[in-house]
Structures are given as C-alpha cells and as structure tokens.
Antibody, heavy 122, light 107 residues
Framework: QVQLVQSGAEVKKPGASVKVSCKAS????????MHWVRQAPGQRLEWMGW????????KYSQNFQDRVTITRDTSGSTAYMELSGLKSEDTAVYYC???????????????WGQGTLVTVSS | DIQLTQSPSFLSASVGDRVTITCRAS??????LAWYQQKPGKAPNLLIY???SLQSGVPSRFSGGGSGTEFTLTISSLQPEDFAAYYC?????????FGQGTRLEIK
C-alpha cells in the first residue's frame, strides 16, 4: 500500500535550518509530484511548494521568501524539504503529500505523510 | 494570493443530520477545488477533488458541488466518525491555498 514516512521531530534554535525527509513506498515514486504543507498550532494548512516527477522542477510559495528548498532522491524514493532562517513562527507540523497532476494542472493531494513537528525555540 | 473563506467555522450537529459547508474563493478558480477531512493529530484525508469528484474509498454520503467562486461540501447523514475538521483547497493558481477550516462537533 502507498506509504509516506517522515523523519522524526526536530527542535531548532532561531536562525538555524531544518531538513525533513519523506520516504515513499508502495508506488512508483518517479511518476508523482511531491508537495510540502505545514500547519502551525491552531492554524490553517499552508502550502510550501512542490517538486515534479521525472526531471526535477521545483516551485515554491513566495510566502517563504527563498527560505525553502525541496529536493528528491529518486533512487531512494525520498523527498526532502529544507527550511532555513528559522523563526519561532515556523513552529509547526510539516507534511509531505503525493500530488496528482498532468498537463491540465494539479488536481489533489491523495496521500500524506504522518507529519513532522518542528519546534523553533531559543 | 487567492483567499478561501469557509462558513461556518464551527458547526454543531447530531448523528444522522445533513450538513453543508461552504467555501468561497476570492476569484474564479474554475473547478480546481479539493476538500479534506482532518482528525486531531492526523494528516488530512482527501474527500473530494475537482469540486465534485469523490475520491476512491470515500463514503457516498460525502458530496461536493459548485464552480467559479462558490463551492459546497455536503454530508448527507452524519456518522460518528465524521466529527472532524474540514478544509477546502484551491489548486487553480500558486500558492495553493487552504480555507481556515470548519470544525464539526457533536451536538
């Protein structure tokens, strides 16, 4: 069955970087887009960016002002999200999600990782 | 950015009730709208995509409708497992924004 398993919780100091991994299994990883979404405590879900299937192309939300980098390792079926310049407001649960898309656009995120809590505190 | 506004933000209902949640977009998003259910401490679960298409494995009591700027999610007969938070998401243009959520509670 399709599974996305994320790395464990992280505690970081302001200004540091964090890299969260998302290991996929149960489907052809190279055929699907991977998205990253975060949810701060009591807040709505916030889309951060995505990376394409095949030849990697990444697109990021401007709300993160060049602080986020999404990569993928096809041989290891793993996607990564790195967020730099951490602030206390970045404390949130970070999710990876499999995305379905074609030439007509993106349609939905059908499988999600279990989430990774990143806490930013001095 | 496209803003999505859900109403109501909180909804109290009983098992067996029919409930409808509305999601309004700040501009035309055609039918590029999805609905998710999220239970406490869990990841979101896809219910509906392209405004009205039911995701495989989702019970038929869930249905979606609308296009353009106004969308609905309807649960025809609430079951105990349906008490959760619900979010709409637009995938028409970057960034792919979500609504603020609707918390559905047992009356």
């Amino acid at each position: 069955q399709v599974q996305l398993v994320q790395s464990g919780a992280e505690v970081k100091k302001p200004g540091a970087s964090v890299k969260v991994s998302c290991k996929a299994s149960g489907f052809s990883f190279s055929d699907y887009a991977m998205h990253w979404v975060r949810q701060a405590p009591g807040q709505r879900l916030e889309w951060m960016g995505w990376i394409s299937a095949g030849i990697p192309y990444a697109k990021y939300s401007q709300n993160f002002q060049d602080r986020v980098t999404i990569t993928r390792d096809t041989s290891g079926s793993t996607a990564y999200m790195e967020l730099s310049g951490l602030k206390s407001e970045d404390t949130a649960v970070y999710y990876c999600a499999r995305g379905y898309y074609n030439s007509g656009g993106h349609y939905f995120f059908d499988y999600w990782g279990q989430g990774t809590l990143v806490t930013v505190s001095s | 950015d496209i803003q999505l506004t859900q109403s109501p933000s909180f909804l109290s209902a009983s098992v067996g009730d029919r409930v409808t949640i509305t999601c309004r977009a700040s501009q035309d998003i055609s039918s590029y709208l999805a609905w998710y259910q999220q239970k406490p401490g869990k990841a979101p679960n896809l219910l509906i995509y392209l405004a009205s298409s039911l995701q495989s494995g989702v019970p038929s009591r869930f249905s979606g409708g609308g296009s353009g700027t106004e969308f609905t999610l309807t649960i025809s007969s609430l079951q105990p497992e349906d008490f959760a938070a619900y979010y709409c998401q637009q995938l028409n243009s970057y960034p792919y924004t979500f609504g603020q959520g609707t918390r559905l509670e047992i009356k």
